[in-house]
């Protein structure tokens, strides 16, 4: 799948944007700085977080340029993190639901 163009495509994908969400197993030990430094051979990195959670385990890195993200989204899954399998996703915005 090419993720190509700068338009808010369908399921809440934008492409371009310079986020990607990632998944990965619960027993993994990388830390938020191992998760830049392994991307940032595909470009710069600006910002990687772990949140702290029991059951699921996600993170995000935000790059500087959104040519990037489409990089590494093209490269395909999985990805590994000292050792560790991590899948890659487009980063989608939740939707906000007006009650």
């Known amino acids: 799948m090419d993720y190509n163009g700068d338009r808010k495509e369908q399921g809440g994908i934008v492409a371009g944007f310079r986020q990607i969400y990632l998944t990965f197993p619960a027993e993994s ?3 938020e ?5 392994y991307f940032k051979k595909f470009g710069p990195v600006q910002d990687g977080r772990i949140p702290c959670q029991q059951k699921r ?3 995000f890195v935000t790059f500087a340029f959104g040519e990037t993200v489409r990089n590494i989204l093209n490269k395909g899954n999985p990805h590994f993190i000292c050792s560790a399998r991590v899948l890659v996703k487009p980063y989608r915005e939740k939707s906000r639901i007006d009650r």
Request: negative net charge; hydrophobic residues 35%.
């Open 29 to 31: 030990t990388f830390t």
């Open 33 to 37: 700085q191992d998760v830049s430094n």
């Open 57 to 59: 385990m996600f993170g």
